[in-house]
Every structure is written in C-alpha cells, then in structure tokens.
C-alpha cells in the first residue's frame, strides 16, 4: 500500500481489500484515484430520542451537526467529495442533504482526512470543523463498514479541550452494499450514555462517480481547523 491512497484505504490497510466491490470503489475516492463520489437516494427513517433531546438537536441544526426533525420517505443526496484543504490534507467531505419538507432542507456536514499523528481518520463534524472526532473503522463479515466514534475534541481560537462523552453522544454506523436492491444501505445511531438515544436514521442510495476535479464551493466548511 502505498501513501498515495485514499484515507479510507490508508485507516484500513489490508482489510480494504474485504470491502465488498462496490464498496471498496465507493470508499476508494481520492485525489489519486480521479473521482469523488455522489450518492442520491431516499431517508427511509430519521428517528429522534425523546422529548428532552430537541434542544439538544436544535441546537446542533445551526452548525449542520444534527438536527431534530423526524419520519419516513424524505429525499436526500450525500456528497462525498475530494480536495485538499488549505494545510494540504486529503479531505473527503461528508454533506448529507435531506428534503424533509417541500420548503425546508436539512444538512448534516462533515469532512474527514486521515491523521497521521493519531493513526485514524478524524472526521470534523458541522460547517466549522469545531468538533473533531476519531473514527474506529471495521469491515464486517459481508464486507460492509462499519464505524464507531471515539474520543472527540472541540476547537475554538485559542481555546481547545477534549469534550466530555457525557455530554455529546457515540455514533455507530454500519454501511452495506445491497446485491438484490442494487444499492447502498446505511444505518446511523448516535447515543448519549445519560440520554439514551439522540438520532439516528436509515437510508438507501445508488452513487455516481463525477471526477474529482470540480469540487463545489457549497460542500466545504466555512472554516478550516489544523488541530487534530
């Protein structure tokens, strides 16, 4: 393996090579490899915890982090493009948009690169990378992904401390490519250990591949944060 693949890849290693076929080139997007990838498809359910996380949700909506609404059947497209960010970092973006009503759209915004310093890949979460959170990646028994949050980390200016997981939640999300329905299937959880569960969702998609060459403005962070 060399240095040159993508951050998936490289937090992987040999077990990449397990990743079912549409998900390895799903997940093979790099500078390297020429495309990004473009996934459209249906939020078959955005389920929410109980009423005492609303706020908490609400809260998260105005940085794109999370956000409280709730159903079935809602549009959506997920945009995994790569660039490299104003410290020369490989960055795969992770903007999920969602249609959930004829006049309201909602984005959860993320972009990823791979940290060398802490051998994972860092996924900052919202539209100014101010909570940067280590991704425990696996590859499951029929080549699916599977994710899991770790330590997480918030930065502000001057000001950074590692955030309490009392006080923010642990994600776990498994993806899959479905053989019969000919599409990509993910499921996300995200819990709270005091609050129980926060958000989650499950969708189905099928993905393009456009060259990696044109990255929209619209699916970048406002800001860029170099501590990881």
């Known amino acids: 393996m060399t240095p040159n693949t993508g951050i998936f890849q490289r937090a992987l290693g040999a077990d990449f090579d397990r990743l079912h076929p549409e998900m390895q080139r799903r997940f093979g997007v790099g500078i390297d490899a020429g495309y990004s990838c473009v996934g459209r498809g249906t939020m078959l359910e955005i389920r929410r915890g109980k009423w005492w996380t609303v706020p908490f949700l609400a809260f998260g909506a105005i940085r794109n982090i999370m956000f409280p609404d709730a ?9 995994n493009y790569v660039y490299r960010d104003g410290y020369g970092r490989e960055t795969v973006t992770f903007v999920r948009t969602v249609q959930v009503s004829p006049r309201k759209r909602r984005r959860f915004d993320a972009t990823m690169i791979f940290s060398e310093q802490r051998e994972c890949v860092v996924d900052y979460l919202g539209t100014h990378q ?10 499951t028994p029929e080549g699916g992904l599977r994710l899991i949050s770790g330590a997480q980390r918030f930065y502000e200016g001057p000001i950074a401390f590692r955030f309490p997981l009392l006080f923010s939640g642990v994600a776990q999300l498994t993806e899959h490519f479905d053989e019969e ?8 959880e995200v819990r709270n250990r005091v609050l ?3 958000f989650g969702y499950r969708a189905e998609f099928e993905c393009d591949y456009p060259d990696a060459v044109n990255v929209p403005a ?3 962070p406002y800001r860029e944060e170099q501590r990881e």
């Not at 329905?181 to 996300?188: H, P």
């Open 71 to 79: 159903g079935t059947g809602f549009p959506f497209q997920i945009d």
């Open 130 to 139: 101010h909570l940067a959170v280590d991704l425990g990646l696996t590859v």
């Open 181 to 188: 329905k000919q599409r990509f299937v993910i499921d996300l």
């Open 196 to 198: 129980g569960m926060l």
């Open 218 to 220: 619209t699916v970048k």
